[in-house]
């Protein structure tokens, strides 16, 4: 099971904003990361954190965070924006480990 | 323009070791702030972290997967080599090696190899 915990599917229609979420105790201390995948390809970083953006990310990209969640937006969902989206973050141990949500996949309609 | 690439065998036996190689370019390992991590992802499902190594050679693993895992660098061949030992088919899974950046309240995988496909098989 995973630290971080993502809705497992989200729908958006062509042109709203759309916010994926993000829950887990660790994220009251630390920033998440999210990546961005598509079918057969690795992940791509798109924010990271307190909401960074990695150079060729368009600004449509942000996040935020408040308490055990972070969220990412979509301002103006793109069609190529259809893909799975993944949290990243540090564990609640304390130890410096790694975990990632289980992965939202998103629909543009 | 920092790239990497695993490389390593597509097929392997149940209970043998795998070994994994991520030969990169573009930065050091032994500069601050500077990690290089194991992602793997097996077929339709999600991305599971598996290991980090520092530029201080400091390593971290994941728990469920400890026993079994070790990170090594090799700075001077620009090279991180993941083992995992007694080799499962639940392991089959693509295996990512990422550039990642490390600071106090984040991490993050700025940079990825293409993932090198893993089939555990008899």
């Known amino acids: 099971s995973s630290e971080l915990t993502q809705d497992p599917a989200v729908s958006v229609a062509l042109g709203q904003t759309v916010r994926i979420t993000c829950q887990g105790d660790s994220l009251r201390s630390y920033y998440a990361s999210w990546y961005q995948q598509k079918p057969g390809q690795a992940p791509v970083l798109v924010i990271y954190?307190?909401?960074n953006r990695p150079s060729g990310i368009p600004d449509r990209f942000s996040g935020s965070s408040s308490g055990n969640t972070a969220s990412l937006t979509i301002t103006g969902a793109q069609a190529e924006d259809e893909a799975d989206y993944y949290c990243n973050s540090r564990d609640s141990s304390g130890n410096h480990l790694g975990v990632f949500g289980g992965g939202t996949k998103l629909t543009v309609l | 323009q920092i790239t990497l690439k695993e490389s390593g065998p597509t097929l392997v036996k149940p209970t043998q070791t795998l070994t994994l190689t991520c030969t990169f370019s573009?930065?050091?390992?032994?500069?601050?702030?500077?990690?290089v991590g194991w992602i793997r992802q097996p077929p339709g499902k999600a991305l599971e972290w598996l290991a980090l190594i520092y530029w201080d050679d400091d390593k971290r693993y994941s728990p469920s997967l400890k026993s079994r895992l070790t990170i090594t660098k090799d700075t001077s061949k620009n090279q991180v080599v993941l083992t995992m030992t007694n080799m499962d088919p639940v392991d089959t899974a693509t295996y990512y090696c990422?550039?990642?950046?490390?600071?106090?309240?984040?991490?993050?995988?700025?940079?990825w190899g293409q993932g090198t496909m893993v089939t555990v098989s008899s």
């Open positions: 954190g307190k909401n």
């Open positions: 990422a550039h990642s950046v490390i600071g106090v309240t984040h991490d993050a995988f700025d940079i």
């Open positions: 573009g930065f050091s390992l032994s500069t601050s702030g500077v990690g």
